[in-house]
């Protein structure tokens, strides 16, 4: 069956760590990959996309990695700040549709 | 306006009872989704719009669900015979396929709460 899993349990850092969130699939073969960070109460807001042919895609503190091999993607953030505690969603999208498949995302607390 | 704007953005209802939820997309965004999101879950898709029309509607859970977007701009999903389970929060996106490919615009959502 088709999946897209996200770490449920929360991720809990230190202020100037490095967070990595993982995202994993089987059976998609999604052409673009993508980042979204979710406040509560509030909706997602879009934080990066990688297609599938770029293994890596950085914006600010903020990296991704994209193995099609692996069925994989990292999301790195740096320098963590306790303004990046928040949900993060990975959504995938197929190359004939630009419907996004939703991860259930993974919590991140950052302690100052 | 600026964002994607979204009314109520809380609903009470009785079960049985008919729902409808609105959704105003960023002016020139053709695109235009609706996701229903659970406590503890991503968003579900629903349906997708492209201009006036349902390119997708796959996601609807049961006929219970309808959306229109009759002009192409502002959109309605509609429940009719409302279900304790359809309580979620039900959130509406928009987007402008070009450069940002699928970058989609999400609204603060509506809270379903079906009693």
């Known amino acids: 069956s088709q999946k897209i899993e996200q770490n449920s349990e929360a991720l809990n850092i230190q202020e100037g760590k490095t967070a990595t969130l993982t995202c994993n699939y089987t059976?998609?073969?999604?052409?673009?990959l993508q980042w979204y960070r979710q406040d509560p109460g509030r909706g997602p807001v879009f934080l990066l996309l990688i297609r599938e042919n770029e293994k890596e895609k950085r914006k600010e503190r903020l990296k991704v990695t994209f193995d099609t091999t692996l069925k994989q993607s990292l999301f790195h953030i740096t320098a963590s700040q306790p303004a990046d505690s928040a949900t993060y969603l990975c959504?995938?999208?197929?190359?004939?549709?630009?419907?996004?498949?939703f991860g259930s995302g993974t919590r991140l607390l950052v302690r100052p | 306006g600026a964002g994607v704007s979204q009314t109520p953005s809380n609903k009470v209802t009785e079960k049985g009872k008919y729902v409808e939820l609105r959704c105003d997309p960023i002016s020139g965004h053709t695109a235009l989704y609706w996701y229903r999101q659970s406590l503890g879950q991503g968003p579900e898709f629903l349906i997708y719009?492209?201009?006036?029309?349902?390119?997708?509607d796959s996601g609807l859970p049961n006929d219970r669900f309808f959306a229109v977007r009759p002009e192409g701009s502002v959109s309605t999903l509609k429940i009719q015979r409302t279900e304790r389970g359809d309580s979620a929060v039900y959130l509406c996106?928009?987007?402008?396929?070009?450069?940002?490919?699928?970058?989609?615009?999400f609204g603060e959502g509506s809270r379903l709460t079906v009693l």
């Open positions: 059976n998609y073969s999604p052409a673009y």
């Open positions: 719009f492209q201009g006036t029309g349902a390119a997708d």
């Open positions: 959504a995938l999208e197929m190359d004939s549709s630009y419907k996004l498949i």
């Open positions: 996106a928009s987007s402008s396929p070009g450069e940002n490919t699928g970058e989609l615009f």
